[in-house]
């Protein structure tokens, strides 16, 4: 695990470094925002079936459950960009820039897939 995070802060450093891989993935934050969203509204008009052959009544009978999972995960990553804020007034130039970059790459954190993201860091950091 302790790996797969040293990797990720690699590939975060050199993408950071470079301004057309942060204009590349906030363009495709954007877009994965909007596709996101679209799917979302489709699912709300046409629902479907889940994978193990269950229908959608499990969730209207617990509509809870399905989204307390994601709610906890968003409480964490807004958690984790307040922190970042608090910090900023006591950072020197410097790692209050880096901040500033944390902050926008956990929000784009919320659109996207990690596997996603680790394959698209990859790509650019080389």
Not at 51 to 79: F, I
């Amino acid at each position: 695990m302790s790996d797969n995070r040293s990797d990720l802060s690699s590939m975060l450093g050199k993408v950071i470094s470079n301004p057309e891989a942060m204009q590349t993935i906030m363009k495709i934050a954007g877009e994965l925002k909007d596709a996101k969203t679209e799917a979302a509204e489709a699912e709300e008009d046409n629902p479907q079936p889940a994978a193990d052959g269950s229908t959608e009544q499990t969730a209207v009978a617990n509509p809870h459950h399905h989204h307390h999972e994601g709610k906890k995960r968003d409480e964490e990553e807004e958690n984790r960009i307040r922190l970042l804020v608090a910090l900023k007034p006591y950072l020197n130039d410097d790692r209050r820039e880096k901040a500033d970059i944390m902050i926008r790459l956990l929000k784009l954190l919320r659109f996207t897939d990690l596997n996603e993201l680790t394959k698209l860091l990859g790509d650019l950091s080389k």
